[in-house]
């Protein structure tokens, strides 16, 4: 449970050793456990629970899990996902995209872009066919086709090509020549930029919201601020009693409806 990250906690709690430290609410840092839903945005009924620690790491993986067990449970897998940022690293994206065939209505994590005035990895153009980005000025840049320790290519431009082009200034003025890389799983980071501007993202989006209420109905209705038992279990538990009393509401309303519409 412990292992989701590689980083050595700061501080650990003596009474329950596996909640996380963290200051996600923007106030003062506490012990806490993450709550993770996997809803049905149609009818609002949360579909699975699952308690993790309150990182991104094992927040991503608690949606796989919770992906996986309700193909399982039910026979039904999501079509498509909402998500925040944290979710969209590029192994996940991948993992949606090619592994379950899931569309990824979630904002990509991409730090390629520039803030010093130089041109960002977006000015350059990939060709998948030939494997290689071209630049501003139409000079190609290849790889060696080997992924560095991070599984990112390093497309290098030639010497030459960098020495006398009149956009080197802006391009890659600190170095001899230009380099832009590339994930292994970048396809599937393609896909989520994609769908990301199509009407079906921003609907996605907009279902979110009910996801948000979920969590604030959890917190301001059933007073779930703090946990009265400990360990992961002890949450698991918690978090799943919490989802049941959530959807047994939801069903009451849904029943009174159909009632009311017949």
């Known amino acids: 449970y412990g292992t989701a990250t590689k980083v050595t906690p700061k501080f650990v709690s003596p009474a329950d050793p596996a909640a996380q430290w963290t200051g996600a609410k923007r106030d003062k840092a506490i012990f806490a456990y993450s709550d993770n839903y996997l809803i049905d945005v149609k009818f609002g009924i949360i579909m699975d629970v699952e308690a993790s620690r309150a990182i991104r790491q094992a ?89 560095g320790s991070d599984d990112t290519y390093r497309y290098l431009a030639r010497v030459s090509d960098c020495r006398g082009c009149s956009f080197k200034p802006i391009c890659c003025p600190k170095t001899p020549q230009r ?3 590339r994930h292994i799983f970048e396809p599937a980071r393609d896909v989520a930029r994609a769908l990301a501007k199509t009407d079906a993202h921003e609907r996605a989006g907009h279902n979110r919201r009910k996801v948000e ?16 038992l400990r ?22 309303k849904l029943k009174a409806h159909m009632v009311g519409a017949n």
């Open 59 to 147: 927040e991503v993986e608690a949606s796989r899990r919770m992906i996986m067990r309700t193909t399982k449970s039910f026979g039904m897998k999501p079509e498509w996902l909402a998500a925040d940022t944290a979710y969209g690293s590029a192994p996940n994206l991948n993992w949606l995209v090619n592994e379950k065939q899931i569309d990824p209505y979630i904002p990509v994590i991409d730090k390629s872009e520039r803030n010093d005035g130089t041109f960002s990895r977006a000015h350059f153009r990939y060709d998948s066919k030939h494997d290689c980005y071209f630049c501003p000025a139409g000079c190609k840049l290849k790889s060696s086709g080997r992924p």
């Open 213 to 228: 209420m979920l969590f604030a109905h959890l917190k301001r209705i059933l007073g779930l601020n703090r946990l009265r």
């Open 179 to 181: 380099r832009v890389p």
């Open 231 to 252: 360990g992961p279990k002890g949450a698991q538990n918690e978090f799943t009693l919490a989802a049941i009393a959530q959807n047994l509401r939801r069903m009451a």
